[in-house]
């Protein structure tokens, strides 16, 4: 990744967390692993920190890459900083401040909005009506999800970004898809015919898509009361996850073919009733001897919030390949366990022999398990015969370790970073998508009754 022309890449947020966890590292990553010495950092902040204070963050944000030292030098001496007005509702000043920075000729521009999805919007206005991607070189803007908070302000926002930008200039970031877990799943599934030519309604009994958090709601109370488990994981993360299972084979391993077959199997979803959804809150607990609270005692929640932090959907897909299976989306906060993992069961065998009774068979179900946190990898489950002298026959897992076969395995936002300085889509969500996605669970969004209780620390609501 070396490029003939310099690209600024600009970050409006960069005092936020986000940039200081998560996004500088990454942008320096990818910077630094492939020599790209061409791509500078300008940090848009309405506090006049200028260019010291930019270069702080970055070394507080790089401070872990002590064995690097040269690089990181080098990467914070070309950070900056360009001042803009929170009153203004204009970008020409900072055209013009990047002008400045970036001296004569073409350059290429990232635009990354790590910043709330309401201030996103307007920026994302002020940028195309400014025509900041255009310097001499590409141009590409980066959002940060939620799309929108239903399809209506999704199909709006969109219609927003499609008057300034083109869809190949808009990245749409949805972290899960750069877990290296979920970018596997398509190499598991269209690479290994031992699994695919499976992978349908005839052989496949259920999929269990569950993330589990074992944090509360903490200082996102304010936004999270607004979005609620539907908005915040379903909708994305668990959605995104679901078309990389449900899809058809793309025609080729190109953006457009792999996002054109995510959004066909989308279309053939159906919309999401009120019976098929189980809404849960976490209530207070002693986890470890120590009292936690409950959802309704942490700060900014609103009294009486019907706010769900746990939901468990379950989906339907109407087309050839998985009529009748039903695939099971679960998340919630403040659970027994940190966890993201999807588990595919396959039907049983249609006769038992080995006790000759059905409803005393011993063989358990084939399934497939693929754990994208915290331990990367995937599990097979077999029957196996116990090494005993009476016939038993029992379930083991045959497993596969992602740090066990690879070392140095990138953080998602590394890869996500180094495929937007490349132009690669394939890894962000197109605007079609965002918009089949919110469709499906327009009815759910929100509970109309109060969400069943569970004990913080605790597996969630009983499910029938």
């Given at each position: 990744m070396t490029h003939a022309v310099p690209t600024s890449f600009v970050v409006f947020g960069v005092t936020g967390d986000l940039a200081h966890r998560k996004l500088i590292?990454?942008?320096?990553?990818?910077?630094?692993?492939?020599?790209?010495h061409d791509v500078r950092l300008i940090g848009v902040s309405s506090q006049p920190i200028g260019a010291a204070g930019v270069q702080e963050i970055v070394r507080k944000s790089l401070a872990d890459r002590?064995?690097?030292?040269?690089?990181?030098?080098?990467?914070?001496?070309?950070?900056?900083?360009?001042?803009?007005?929170?009153?203004?509702?204009?970008?020409?000043?900072?055209?013009?401040?990047?002008?400045?920075?970036?001296?004569p000729g073409p350059n290429n521009r990232v635009f990354y909005l790590a910043i709330p999805p309401g201030p996103a919007a307007s920026i994302s206005t002020m940028i195309g009506k400014a025509r900041l991607l255009d310097a001499g070189g590409w141009g590409r803007i980066v959002l940060e999800k939620p799309f929108g908070r239903d399809l209506a302000s999704a199909t709006a926002l969109n219609e927003l970004l499609h008057e300034y930008f083109s869809e190949t200039q808009i990245y749409r970031m949805d972290h899960y898809l750069g877990k290296e877990a979920v970018q596997n799943l398509l190499t598991f599934r269209f690479a290994n015919p031992l699994f695919e030519s499976t992978w349908n309604r005839d052989r496949i009994e259920s999929v269990?898509?569950?993330?589990?958090?074992?944090?509360?709601?903490?200082?996102?109370?304010?936004?999270?009361?607004?979005?609620?488990?539907?908005?915040?994981?379903?909708?994305?993360?668990?959605?995104?996850?679901?078309?990389?299972?449900?899809?058809?084979?793309?025609?080729?391993?190109?953006?457009?073919?792999?996002?054109?077959?995510?959004?066909?199997?989308?279309?053939?979803?159906?919309?999401?009733?009120?019976?098929?959804?189980?809404?849960?809150?976490?209530?207070?607990?002693?986890?470890?001897?120590?009292?936690?609270?409950?959802?309704?005692?942490?700060?900014?929640?609103?009294?009486?919030?019907?706010?769900?932090?746990?939901?468990?959907?379950?989906l339907a897909i109407d087309n050839w390949r998985w009529q009748g299976v039903p695939f099971y989306l679960t998340t919630g906060k403040r659970l027994n366990e940190r966890s993201s993992a999807i588990v595919v069961t396959y039907r049983p065998a249609p006769v038992c022999i080995f006790h000759g009774r059905e409803d005393d068979c011993p063989i358990g179900r084939n399934t497939v398990t693929l754990r994208i946190q915290p331990h990367e990898g995937f599990d097979v489950g077999f029957s196996v015969k116990d090494p005993d002298p009476e016939m038993q026959v029992v379930s083991k897992p045959l497993s596969f370790?992602?740090?066990?076969?690879?070392?140095?395995?990138?953080?998602?936002?590394r890869t996500l970073v180094t495929d937007i300085l490349?132009?690669?889509?394939?890894?962000?969500?197109?605007?079609?998508?965002?918009e089949a996605s919110w469709r499906v669970y327009e009815d759910v969004l929100d509970p109309t009754a109060a969400p069943l209780s569970y004990p913080a620390g605790s597996s969630g609501p009983k499910l029938s």
């Open positions: 590292p990454a942008l320096f990553d990818a910077v630094a692993d492939t020599n790209d002590g064995n690097r030292g040269s690089a990181v030098a080098r990467f914070v001496e070309r950070s900056t900083h360009a001042l803009v007005s929170r009153d203004s509702d204009t970008l020409d000043d900072l055209g013009k401040q990047l002008r400045e920075i970036e001296g269990d898509i569950r993330v589990a958090e074992d944090i509360g709601v903490g200082e996102r109370a304010g936004y999270y009361e607004k979005s609620g488990a539907v908005r915040d994981m379903i909708q994305n993360h668990l959605t995104q996850l679901t078309t990389l299972v449900g899809m058809e084979a793309p025609s080729s391993f190109t953006a457009e073919a792999i996002r054109d077959s995510k959004v066909r199997v989308l279309e053939s979803v159906r919309t999401v009733a009120t019976r098929d959804v189980v809404y849960g809150q976490y209530a207070p607990a002693s986890i470890n001897g120590e009292l936690v609270p409950g959802y309704h005692d942490e700060p900014d929640v609103e009294p009486g919030s019907k706010t769900p932090t746990f939901v468990h959907i379950r370790d992602y740090s066990d076969a690879f070392k140095d395995i990138p953080d998602a936002y490349e132009g690669d889509q394939t890894l962000f969500v197109r605007g079609d998508e965002v």
